[in-house]
């Protein structure tokens, strides 16, 4: 039973992980939908705009809003846009570093048992 696990961790165990990480990323890559977000940058937030009046000064406050209304959607997206760089960094880091110490935490086990018994 023992040599089962052991070829189940070196083997199906470490694939599955890996797989698990690189889904976790591509997941979490598509709920932030940074392509949607940068085809959009610019336009207005949350589609607030003011249709323009008949004179001057009503184009004017029109053209003041929508300006207002297209910085903060440009605003809001920028820093979706660095959240989920920054989630999407961390999380490929995250899966890396345990596609890399995934065959060594059964060895861990060991050790500790060991040195908990000296």
Do not use: C, H
């Amino acid at each position: 039973m023992l040599a089962q696990f052991f070829i189940w961790w070196y083997g199906e165990g470490w694939r599955t992980q890996s797989k698990l990480g690189w889904r976790r990323v591509n997941q979490t890559s598509r709920a932030f939908s940074a392509p949607l977000l940068l085809s959009t940058l610019f336009a207005p937030w949350r589609r607030i705009i003011t249709n323009p009046g008949a004179s001057l000064q009503a184009k004017m406050q029109a053209a003041g809003d929508n300006l207002v209304s297209r910085a903060v959607g440009f605003t809001v997206r920028i820093f979706v846009l660095i959240t989920a760089g920054v989630m999407l960094l961390a999380l490929s880091a995250f899966t890396v570093f345990i596609v890399i110490f995934w065959p060594l935490i059964p060895l861990l086990i060991l050790f500790g048992i060991i040195w908990g018994l000296i």
